[in-house]
């Protein structure tokens, strides 16, 4: 095969060794269980190092070898199986020397550390002074020079394992997720209570040196006022503080909630403490106010669905780039860049990290959320303006006219998905803090026809960012057959762009607007999809709006069902997943779940597929593994239903394990957004806006005939785009309501398995390799860049 290099034994023989250091993290035990069965699978030998860097100076049975098995019935848990510690020895050269000494005992070469900046940076310093380590070693006769010549380089390749999403150079580090839902869990819990008295709380949240959980969590749950370090308020932060609390109560608000970073300072660098603000608003408004320290709560708890599939895909990344990794490598970093897992150089995102404490010390605010990033940037942005009391007066003239004008019409198309509030919420104010009008279509295409079209204010859409649902109505209904009225309506309310948020029928109905346009020139406007399904089926898209919360509750009962199994016979759980004929929730909640096997309908099989798997789990039971899930997406096979499935294994394993079967069905449309889709919702939104805007300044008059002035905008690998929708008409499939190469397809081939030459997607061939509580059979390896392995 054209550009592959051949992978024998693994490094030469050379092992991999995984720690984790410094602040613990949810996810951590999905990255270290995706190392080492990486690992193992292509051919090498993994070590534990058990607890962080103190466990490689000391030595003995801190550093132990892992077996597939010793990593299975992890991923669900918080924490670090393998301990983590601050180790003061580390930091000397000697404590470095004695950690060289017990990996070159057991040929360990290359390292995976799953950390924070400072552990990083330790590694990279662990790495540079490698060689002469070993010298010295050799000199004084703990190593022999044969051992030195084997051992001669030691590859680095780091994970950021952190809460506070404080690394430059990465989108989002492993743990961060998991925390935001504590502390949303939290404060959509506190609302209820501070409601009830009209109390404010004050709750303050970790990130000593980085605001990120703090303006994440106040963008995703409304609060009235956020500090963080990186952007400290103005000098008279407690008039300002006080002025808007007031006019909310005045306005009818029943409460407020204020999020303070524990490391949140003024412009002088002074501390600003909960209880300080406390005082401000006791002293000056004197509301029933409470402090909330959430403190470890955050790092606690069970990992969400991101974070486990975050560690899986940086796991095997981190063990693919110690394969390529030769002794002039330079250390990296595996990343998270949009949707792609990257490389990127380690000492050059340290630098970087280092550079925002030093301009926060040098008081360079700016250049300090600049460092952050672009989307930290525009956090800050987004939360400022969407947290106003009302848009600004600047956007309106004497009269109350919007200065612009426009009258944009939002709607929504399909079933209903959580973030879809979060969504027209934030299209609102993005639209009304220009000046412009927005008009709210309830129930979709039905109240278009019937002219159900009013206005939205500015105050209409407050509260709506946290709820499930679809507080705007929507129904699946398509405009084809009701082009008249459709027409007849947007002309009737002077609609000059259109913004639709839902699943493949907004998709379709927004298709056929674009391909009316000839016949009816009100429809000659720019128009934009924002992708919102649970089924993520969309074309153009990798990421649909609802599928990040379906998939937390796909995975929250996957972890209760198996739970109810703990302490009895072995039992086996056969689970079916929503999704129509799109296998992504069965697929992904079958890799963040650690389930067995998952069957979606892109990657066919047959009865002999499913013995195979039957006879896997009768092995798998036989050597003492207690319980077994396997995923079916809903529309994956006509004969082969879940019943069939559930039948099937009841009968072939009853003298072995007991199996039971669970239909999720619409729970899984329920229930609160996940903090990634309330805040990829608003963004979206704001992007959404920004294009129209830009569209009919471009294009007045209604003039958009071109394709392009009808698109779908979506989240692809590390960029949003935004395509035509007559463009991906091509590669739709609209017989199964997906995207005809939803799957990119790479080959497993496995010489001893009855899977020989079956081929499964791209997105789940870690999952597939991960999932198995065995070690299959190893022939030899080809590895190509393209990420095809074949066995």
């Known amino acids: 095969m054209e550009g592959t290099t051949a992978i024998k034994g693994g490094q030469n023989g050379k092992a991999i060794a995984v720690l984790t250091s410094g602040g613990d993290s949810q996810g951590m035990n999905s990255a270290v269980r995706a190392v080492v069965r990486m690992g193992l699978y292509l051919g090498t030998k993994v070590f534990f190092i058990r607890e962080g860097y103190q466990g490689m100076v000391d030595g003995g049975e801190n550093i132990q070898e892992a077996s597939w098995a010793s990593v299975s019935g992890i991923i669900h848990k918080g924490g670090t199986v393998i301990g983590s510690a601050r180790c003061k020895a580390f930091r000397e050269r000697a404590g470095r020397l004695k950690a060289a000494k017990n990996l070159v005992k057991h040929k360990i070469c290359n390292l995976v550390v799953i950390g924070g900046d400072g552990s990083l940076t330790g590694a990279n310093l662990f790495r540079q002074e490698w060689s002469s380590l070993l010298d010295e070693l050799v ?13 001669s380089s030691l590859n680095i390749v780091g994970m950021v394992g952190s809460i506070d999403n404080d690394f430059c150079g990465t989108d989002m580090t492993i743990g961060t997720d998991s925390a935001l839902h504590r502390i ?11 409601s009830s008295h009209q109390r404010t709380f004050i709750l303050e949240v970790m990130g000593r040196h980085c605001g990120y959980l703090a303006l994440v969590g106040a963008l995703a749950s409304e609060a009235d006022f956020v500090f963080i370090p990186e952007w400290p308020p103005e000098p008279d932060w407690p008039e300002k503080l006080c002025k808007k609390l007031k006019q909310e109560r005045d306005a009818g608000q029943r409460l407020n909630i204020i999020i303070i970073s524990e490391g949140a300072i003024d412009r002088k660098g002074n501390p600003i403490t909960a209880e300080q603000v406390k005082k401000v608003v006791v002293n000056n408004l004197k509301q029933d106010t409470r402090v909330t320290v959430l403190g470890h709560v955050q790092r606690g708890g069970s990992p969400s669905a991101f974070d486990r599939v975050l560690g899986c895909r940086m796991g095997a990344e981190a063990v693919l780039a110690l394969f390529e990794a030769t002794p002039k490598s330079e250390a990296c970093v595996v990343s998270l860049d949009g949707n792609q897992a990257v490389r990127v150089p380690l000492m050059e995102c340290v630098q970087k990290t280092q550079g925002v404490a030093k301009c926060m010390a040098e008081k360079k605010w700016d250049d300090a959320v600049k460092l952050r990033g672009r989307s930290f940037e525009r956090n800050l942005l987004t939360y400022k303006m ?27 198309i399909g079933a209903p998905c959580c973030g879809m509030n979060a969504a027209v919420r934030s299209f609102v104010r993005n639209c009304l803090f220009r000046g412009d009008t927005v008009y709210g279509i309830q129930d979709g295409i039905d109240g278009l026809i019937e002219g159900n079209v009013k206005p939205i204010g500015w105050g209409e859409v407050n509260g709506w960012v946290g709820q499930g649902g679809a507080f705007l109505g929507t129904k699946r209904t398509l405009p084809e057959k009701y082009m008249e009225q459709c027409v007849a309506s947007l002309k009737k309310y002077k609609i000059q762009a259109l913004l639709v948020i839902g699943g493949f029928e907004a998709y379709s109905s927004v298709l056929q607007f674009a391909e009316s346009r000839e016949k009816y020139p009100e429809l000659r406007i720019p128009m934009c999809v924002i992708p919102a399904t649970i089924s993520n089926n969309v074309p153009g898209t990798d990421f649909s709006l609802g599928a990040d919360t379906a998939l937390n509750e796909i995975t929250e009962i996957c972890d209760r069902i198996r739970q109810s199994a703990q302490g009895t016979k072995r039992r086996v759980f056969v689970v079916e997943t929503m999704g129509g004929y799109c296998g992504y929730l069965a697929t992904l909640a079958g890799l963040a779940g650690g389930a067995d096997a998952a069957y979606v309908f892109e990657e066919p099989f047959s009865i002999k597929d499913l013995i195979g798997d039957v006879v896997h789990m009768q092995a798998k039971m036989a050597e003492g593994v207690q319980r077994g899930l396997i995923l079916r997406n809903e529309y994956a096979n006509t004969n082969y239903t879940t019943d069939f499935i559930f039948r099937l294994y009841s009968e072939e394993g009853k003298d072995i394990f007991s199996t039971r079967m669970n239909v999720l069905g619409h729970m899984q449309q329920g229930g609160s957004p996940s903090p990634f889709d309330r805040n990829f919702g608003t ?21 958009c005939t071109g394709p392009e002035s009808a698109i779908l905008l979506g989240l692809v690998r590390r960029q949003y785009r935004y395509t035509p929708v ?3 008409k091509a590669d739709t499939d609209f017989k199964y309501s997906c995207e005809v190469q939803f799957f990119s397809i790479v080959f497993l081939q496995d010489t001893t398995d009855s899977n020989l030459g079956k081929p499964i997607s791209a997105l789940y061939f870690p999952g597939k390799i991960l999932a198995n509580d065995y070690l299959p059979q190893v022939v030899h390896f080809t590895y190509d860049s393209g990420r095809a392995i074949k066995i």
């Open 726 to 728: 007559q463009t991906l």
């Open 184 to 194: 949303l869990e939290a404060i959509d819990a506190i609302v209820t209570t501070a």
């Open 386 to 412: 969407l947290t106003r009391l009302c848009p600004p007066k600047s956007a309106f003239d004497a009269k109350g006219h919007g200065i612009e004008g426009y009258n944009l019409g939002v709607m929504l």
């Open 139 to 151: 000199e004084k006769g703990a190593i022999t020079a044969e051992v030195h010549g084997e051992c």
């Open 683 to 703: 963004k979206m939104a704001a992007k959404g806006a920004e294009w129209l805007i830009s569209q009919l300044k471009e294009h007045p008059c209604a003039s």
